[in-house]
C-alpha cells in the first residue's frame, strides 16, 4: 500500500552534514507517523527520530538529538532528516519506515560512512 524510497547517503568526514530524504508513494493519505532507523553490522535496528503525522511532534534517539533533526513535507510526500556534526558511529545503513494502523512499511535503506 506504501512504497518508500531513501536517497541521500554516502561517505562524510566526522563533523561533516548529509541529509537524508525518503519519498512516499501510494497510500501516502493514510500514513500517520513517519520515522528513520539504523542498523549498524552485527547490531539491531535501532530508531533514530520519528515525526508525527502533522509534524508537531518529534522524537530523538538521546544520541543524536541536537545534532540530527527529522521533518516532513506531506504536500511532498517527504521525509528528511538532516544529519550535522557526524561522528564515526553514526555509521549505518539508514531506512525510512512510516507506520499505518499498526503495519510497518520499509525502505531498501541508504548507507551511511562517517570516516577521516
Known amino acids: 500500500q506504501v512504497q518508500l524510497v531513501e536517497s541521500g547517503g554516502g561517505l562524510e568526514q566526522p563533523g561533516g552534514s548529509l541529509r537524508l530524504s525518503c519519498a512516499a508513494s501510494?497510500?501516502?493519505?493514510?500514513?500517520?507517523?513517519m520515522s528513520w532507523y539504523r542498523q549498524a553490522p552485527e547490531k539491531e535496528r535501532e530508531l533514530v527520530a520519528r515525526i508525527s503525522s502533522t509534524g508537531a511532534i518529534k522524537n530523538y534517539q538521546a544520541s543524536v538529538k541536537g545534532r540530527f533533526t527529522i521533518s516532513r513535507d506531506n504536500t511532498k510526500y517527504t521525509v528528511d532528516l538532516q544529519m550535522n556534526s557526524l561522528k564515526p558511529e553514526d555509521s549505518a545503513v539508514y531506512y525510512c519506515n512510516a507506520e499505518l494502523n499498526g503495519l510497518d512499511y520499509w525502505g531498501q535503506g541508504t548507507q551511511v560512512t562517517v570516516s577521516s
Open positions: 501510494g497510500s501516502t493519505f493514510r500514513i500517520a507517523r
